[in-house]
């Protein structure tokens, strides 16, 4: 069976089923809207990798990346300008410029969701960004999550969760909130690269025992003089 949204649809109504026998009586739009929030909540440990792309417009130095890309953007990797790779500036050097838009763009600086660059910017440049980015909400049942196959559970049991908590059904919402909490750490757990796991700290599971110096036996003094003379 193919994975799309209509397969996890499927699958939380089943689940719904389970419970009782109005457990499916859930508009498609209340599950969707789960489903979302689900993949906004996991999107912390499922950053995905993308690239964008927008045109400039002469002299017009500032852009809204939001606007400009369609894109939820995470971070910044990689910014390059008509081809050429350009560098971030922090705000203090940015604001001691006196001249901010002569030159080539050989820099920008980014505030809050705009990006401003530095030199003289031309009309119908190409700026390609590489960057990480949230998950894309979804919106049909033919829309097919970003997230592995693997978080499947997870998103299952958050949206379950929400599912009986919009019902007023709080314990069950809490009883399946539970089993996405245990989902979602397992889902960290295995989210780390293997490089990464080798660099991290392990428990010893053998220890040094208990230092002794072989040079004294029972208790070593250390007033010389007791008698004080």
Same mark, same amino acid.
């Given at each position: 069976?193919?994975?799309?949204?209509?397969?996890?649809?499927?699958?939380?109504?089943?689940?719904?089923?389970?419970?009782?026998?109005?457990?499916?009586? /859930?508009? &498609?739009?209340?599950?969707?809207?789960?489903?979302?929030?689900? !993949?906004?909540?996991?999107? @912390? $440990?499922?950053?995905?990798?993308?690239? =964008?792309?927008?045109?400039?417009?002469?002299?017009?130095?500032?852009?809204?990346?939001?606007?400009?890309?369609?894109?939820?953007?995470?971070? $910044? $990797?990689?910014?390059?300008?008509? @081809?050429?790779?350009?560098?971030?500036?922090?705000?203090?050097?940015? +604001?001691?410029?006196?001249?901010?838009?002569?030159?080539?763009?050989?820099?920008?600086?980014?505030?809050?969701?705009?990006?401003?660059?530095? *030199?003289?910017?031309?009309?119908?440049?190409?700026?390609?960004?590489?960057?990480?980015?949230?998950?894309?909400?979804?919106?049909?049942?033919? &829309?097919?999550?970003?997230?592995?196959?693997? =978080?499947?559970?997870?998103?299952?049991? /958050?949206?379950?969760?929400?599912? /009986?908590?919009?019902?007023?059904?709080?314990?069950? =919402?809490?009883?399946?909130?539970?089993?996405?909490?245990?989902?979602?750490?397992? +889902?960290?757990?295995? *989210? $780390?690269?293997?490089?990464?796991?080798? @660099? !991290?700290?392990?428990?010893?599971?053998? /220890?040094?025992?208990?230092?002794?110096?072989?040079?004294?036996?029972?208790?070593?003094?250390?007033?010389?003089?007791?008698? *004080?003379?």
């Amino acid at each position: 069976m193919r994975r799309n949204t209509d397969t996890l649809i499927r699958r939380i109504r089943e689940e719904l089923r389970a419970d009782g026998p109005d457990g499916a009586g /859930y508009s &498609d739009f209340i599950i969707i809207d789960a489903i979302n929030s689900a !993949l906004d909540d996991l999107s @912390g $440990i499922f950053t995905i990798r993308d690239t =964008a792309e927008f045109t400039t417009r002469a002299g017009e130095n500032t852009y809204n990346l939001a606007e400009e890309t369609g894109v939820e953007i995470v971070d $910044i $990797i990689r910014i390059e300008y008509d @081809g050429n790779k350009t560098s971030g500036k922090r705000i203090d050097p940015y +604001l001691d410029l006196t001249v901010s838009t002569e030159g080539p763009v050989r820099e920008w600086f980014l505030w809050g969701k705009s990006i401003t660059f530095v *030199g003289e910017v031309e009309d119908n440049k190409t700026v390609r960004l590489w960057i990480t980015r949230a998950p894309k909400k979804i919106s049909t049942r033919d &829309d097919v999550p970003e997230l592995p196959s693997y =978080a499947d559970e997870a998103i299952v049991a /958050y949206a379950v969760s929400v599912c /009986y908590r919009e019902s007023k059904d709080y314990d069950r =919402a809490n009883y399946h909130y539970s089993i996405y909490l245990g989902q979602k750490n397992e +889902l960290l757990r295995r *989210g $780390i690269p293997q490089g990464q796991k080798d @660099g !991290l700290s392990v428990m010893r599971d053998s /220890y040094m025992g208990p230092f002794r110096p072989y040079l004294w036996r029972g208790c070593v003094r250390t007033d010389k003089n007791p008698g *004080g003379r």
